[in-house]
């Protein structure tokens, strides 16, 4: 059990290490197609490690793994396809994520004692989705439909972390603190992600691809050790042994 355990957490570490050894050697297209490995790698050591599964973390990393690996077929599939239905895939993976915290108690408790914060998180978010959408419209002029789909895009990804953090103010444990952690590294690293494909230029655009591939990475990884995590009745949280 030890040896199969080691090899398959060894497949992460290994596709990381040679993503960057692409972009450090300058062959960012290669990094770029390896990169999008991470994720279906991730989704494997889930399915086949972690022994309490959750319907919502399982959609998320098939969807988000069947958006990645779509990558790898860029030069094969048209280009309108490619984007309405890696992004489309995308919304449904952060989608699947949003049932993760959408319980009746969570909702109940979160709109009695969390106006004030609702209220600010609220207002954070439209700002935040005004720059995202601001810096796209000035790098290229989007169709509607385009538009359409960064604006959902963007908005669920912002609501996932709203909620996520409300998340942890109601749980106030371990695993909603990774959930949180996790969530934040992908909000960060798309927010990256558009200045590497909107904004960056040749100098700074391999900055921007490691940071933003890094940062998917360890929010990969802290939704998978939140998976691992199970609660007692005592409130503490142990890891299973897998």
């Not at 077929?73 to 952060?94: C, E, M, Q, R, T």
Request: with cysteine; charged share 15%; aromatic share 18%.
């Amino acid at each position: 059990m030890y040896k199969p355990k080691f090899f398959l957490e060894s497949i992460v570490p290994i596709v990381y290490i040679v993503f960057v050894v692409f972009l450090i050697t300058g062959r960012d297209s290669l990094a770029y197609s390896v990169s999008s490995l991470l994720s279906p790698a991730i989704a494997l050591l889930y399915f086949t490690l972690v022994k309490k599964k959750t319907i919502s973390v399982s959609l998320f990393l098939i969807f988000f793994s069947v958006s990645d690996l779509m990558v790898l077929f860029d030069d094969h599939i048209p280009y309108k396809i490619n984007y309405f239905v890696g992004n489309s895939l995308y919304v449904l993976a952060y989608t699947s994520l949003l049932f993760k915290f959408l319980t009746k108690s969570y909702v109940e408790y979160s709109l009695k004692n969390f106006k004030i914060h609702i209220i600010i998180l609220t207002v954070l978010n439209v700002y935040i989705l005004y720059v995202l959408q601001d810096s796209i419209a000035r790098d290229r002029v989007p169709t509607p439909s385009e538009y359409i789909m960064e604006l959902t895009y963007n908005i669920v990804m912002l609501i996932l972390l709203s909620l996520s953090l409300l998340n942890y103010f109601y749980r106030d444990d371990k695993k909603s603190l990774l959930l949180f952690i996790g969530s934040l590294c992908i909000v960060f690293g798309e927010v990256l992600g558009i200045a590497y494909l909107y904004m960056a230029n040749m100098a700074n655009e391999g900055v921007f691809n490691f940071l933003s591939t890094t940062l998917y990475l360890i929010a990969f990884c802290f939704f998978y050790w939140q998976s691992k995590l199970t609660f007692d009745m005592s409130n503490t949280f142990v890891i299973e042994e897998v």
